[in-house]
């Protein structure tokens, strides 16, 4: 069966995901070395400890997330977190910065390496190269990849692939995007946060609701429409006349009718987005895609999932697997 | 999850409308103080948050709330003179509540407008993830205080669920959150 990797921003929400049939949780610590940097969510490396015998009692795997990219001079931080994650008893890292995982093969050999999406490792001679310098075991690919190049990707190399499945996307390579910080000075690969709410600014105007993001009004949504996130690649803007959405539509990835496809195409765990999101969501999209990858198992069609209320937009795309505008 | 949420009965709503603040305030504090001594990880992990003044406005009801996580306190005001705060998170009854058990997702609302934010939006998302991790069971602390009255408590407000379609309990796993 393909391994199901799932969301946590919270003990709560990992307890929810392992009781709704998560293989293995995802989640990291309450500071700028992961990627959902966002306040009131993550883990203490107490949390982490008992988190992972919370999980392993139950068998599931503890997955660390340790994502964004240190600044010089303030490494002691991330190398502190692998050493944390080491302690806690985690399965594995999630890194993207080469020379974390330069550190973390030479200090924590024994600590299974994946590949963060931050990375944006996309091509066989990347892959290879992160496997063979640092020892990485597996890696998450980035999605702007199609079904079809998946399948190229793994015959050309011997780690485990993991692809996301549901959830938020990114328009662009994960870890190569500076919209953020051109509005808000802070950026998810330094600082863990995408349009961090302390710039965020809601306000109701003329029935419309306005987003502001460092002062800039990135979306108005007329009454009854479904509100995006703050997030630039999602802003509406106006210009010489005309209104739209120039990097990407608020939609979300929903890609379980693609799941034989990506099992035949070499991928070894599917990824549901979220780590920001409450423990309801975690607990229904879980059960939902624990459901499916059963149903894949044993050659049986996939379900039809009901998760779209769940997702920004409250509608959901394939994406890039399927490259349908080329 | 896939159903709309419930508005709170017109009747109750009419029966609300009369009722005493300070009697309101006094509930809602003993309430509030007993979550907190229960739950103190959600004031952690509040931070430095716990010191704003938040105002919940649930738009079916007659009365702002405003709560101070620091002092544990929950108070009552008339809409005609909302109370200076920091943040203010608007919303139907059911929406609040179905947030608080862990039975509607926090982003799922917002984007479906059933939940709306103004002011410090850091401080909101902070109280949201604070709230969601503590899990939180109102009927079980409502019973807490209510000494031999907590049986019967427990059966009025299962009762009140059921005929409301108000959330008032935590939701498990072997609940149905479809």
Known sequence: ?326 | MTAPLPRLPRPLRLAALPLPLPPLSLFLGAVTRRMSKSHPEMIRRLGDYAGHRFLIDPVDLPWLLLLHPANATMTAHRRARPPAHDARIAGSLSAFLAMMHGAEDGDALFFSRDLSVEGDTAAVLALRNAVDDAELDLTEEVAALSGPLAAPLRGLLGGAERATGLTLHRMTRLDDFA
């Not at chain 1, 049939?21 to 490396?45: I, K, M, Q, S, W």
């Not at chain 1, 992972?52 to 340790?66: D, E, N, P």
């Not at chain 1, 399948?151 to 500076?178: H, K, P, Q, Y």
């Open chain 1, 1 to 326: 069966m393909m391994e199901l990797v799932c969301p946590a921003g919270t003990p709560a929400a990992l307890r929810a995901a392992v009781e709704a049939g998560a293989h293995a949780v995802y989640c990291g610590f309450a500071d700028e070395t992961n990627a959902r940097n966002f306040p009131g969510l993550n883990f203490t490396p107490e949390d982490m400890a008992e988190a992972v015998a919370f999980a392993h009692a139950r068998g599931a795997k503890v997955l660390v997330a340790i994502n964004t990219f240190p600044r010089a001079g303030a490494e002691p931080l991330w190398h502190r977190a692998l050493a944390n994650a080491e302690a806690a008893g985690a399965d594995a890292v999630i890194l993207a910065d080469i020379g974390l995982l330069a550190h973390a093969a030479e200090r924590h050999p024994l600590l299974r390496r994946h590949l963060s999406v931050q990375a944006a490792a996309a091509n066989p001679d990347a892959i290879n190269l992160y496997a063979n310098a640092f020892g990485v075991r597996r890696v998450v690919l980035p999605r702007v990849l199609t079904v079809q190049e998946i399948a190229a990707i793994n015959r050309e190399i011997d780690v485990e692939t993991e692809v996301f499945v549901f959830g938020g996307l990114c328009v662009m390579a994960e870890g190569r995007c500076s919209l953020s910080s051109y509005a808000t000075g802070k950026s998810p690969n330094m600082n863990g946060v995408c349009s961090p709410a302390s710039h965020v600014a809601y306000s109701e105007e003329g029935g419309e609701l306005a987003a502001r993001l460092g002062g800039f009004t990135i979306h108005r949504t007329p009454e009854g429409e479904p509100a995006p996130y703050p997030t630039l690649c999602k802003g509406c803007f106006s210009s010489d006349g005309q209104t739209g959405h120039i990097f990407e539509d608020p939609v979300s990835l929903d890609a379980t009718q693609l799941i034989p496809e990506l099992a035949r195409a070499g991928a070894s765990a599917l990824k549901i987005e979220g780590r920001q999101r409450s423990r309801a969501y975690v607990a229904q999209v879980v059960r939902t895609f624990r459901a499916a990858v059963e149903a894949q198992a044993a050659g049986q069609p996939m379900p039809e999932n009901m998760l779209a209320r769940l997702t920004e937009g409250q509608k959901a795309t394939i994406g890039a697997y399927a490259k349908t505008w080329r």
